[in-house]
């Protein structure tokens, strides 16, 4: 039984509302709406709701189900305290991997906020390419990774984050350094070295298929091992501008007409203790919150 779609249960069996519950939940209708379709199909086909008006309520089914899995998990939130406790206070460890550029502002903060709130809390963070980030939580070595890209693999649920605006990294000297942005199609000549393997196609569609991936001269993991490349005089590179740094040897000019989006991974069917679970839904609905200001 998947503990999150109890949870999502329990939560629509609150509130009895689709929208209402998805939105406290940080996830789509369509996502709620499939969670409890294969809650009830693995319940042998009971119906959980009913319509009323535009609304739903419970079935009798469902009020007694609801009983059931909110006492449940009450049990289950107590017993992982009750484990804590008898190890005197033993820490809680949330392993979090990210791409560059996304661990800056809100997720460092919250870091910090429930670091200080919890005392037991111990974070091990992890950069790397969302790649290698998905290959680590299905390995289930990750509890959480912010990554920038998707995957089919139905053993992983990703929550869009936010929208982020990228800059082009090169030297001071560039004839493009002292311009005020960057249309892509002004870099289909430029050498480029990549930290993101998922850039490699996009830059092609950018210069629109003009061999700009044979101009690709370095691949790295990181953005400082690309950066001290472009001081270097390798090439240039595209990055967040969460990763722009103050420093003599670069300089960083907005790119125009492109977008990257940052999306929260976590494993299906894994259940992860509530403390890790709060800093989770925290992170997302804060960033949300933000975006939402941000466009508005």
């Known amino acids: 039984m998947n503990y999150n779609y109890l949870r999502y249960f329990s939560v629509l069996a609150q509130l009895e509302h689709y929208t209402l519950a998805a939105a406290r939940l940080g996830i789509s209708q369509p996502s709620l709406s499939s969670a409890i379709h294969q809650l009830e199909t693995e319940l042998g086909g009971v119906k959980l709701f009913e319509k009323s008006g535009r609304n739903i309520r419970l079935t009798e089914e469902g009020r007694y189900y609801r009983e059931k899995v909110d006492a449940a998990l009450q049990g289950l939130n ?100 002292s311009q005020d942005s960057i249309l892509p199609q002004q870099l289909q000549n430029e050498r480029q070295i990549v930290f993101h393997q998922d850039l490699k196609g996009s830059f092609g569609q950018w210069a629109s298929g003009l061999g700009a991936e044979e101009r690709m001269v370095c691949s790295v993991n990181t953005a400082q091992a690309a950066f001290d490349l472009v001081a270097a005089g390798m090439g240039i590179t595209l990055v967040s501008e969460e990763c722009a740094e103050n420093r003599d040897d670069l300089a960083f000019v ?43």
């Not at 007409?257 to 992860?272: E, F, G, T, V």
């Open 254 to 296: 907005p790119l125009e007409n492109w977008h990257q989006a940052l999306y929260m991974c976590i494993l299906y069917d894994k259940w992860l203790e509530p403390p890790v679970w709060d800093f989770v839904e925290t992170v997302i609905k804060t960033i949300r919150k933000q975006e939402a200001q941000r466009l508005f």
């Open 78 to 177: 107590e017993a992982s305290m009750t484990l804590r406790d008898s190890k005197s206070g033993a820490p809680v460890l949330i392993r979090m991997g990210f791409v560059s550029g996304s661990l800056g502002g809100t997720v460092a903060q919250e870091i910090v906020r429930h670091a200080n709130r919890n005392e037991r809390l111990r974070f091990q963070l992890m950069e790397s390419v969302s790649e290698d980030l998905m290959d680590l939580m299905r390995q289930e070595k990750l509890d959480m990774a912010i990554v920038d890209t998707t995957d089919r693999d139905r053993s992983l649920h990703f929550r869009k984050l936010c929208q982020r605006n990228f800059c082009v990294a090169l030297p001071p000297d560039h004839p493009l350094a």
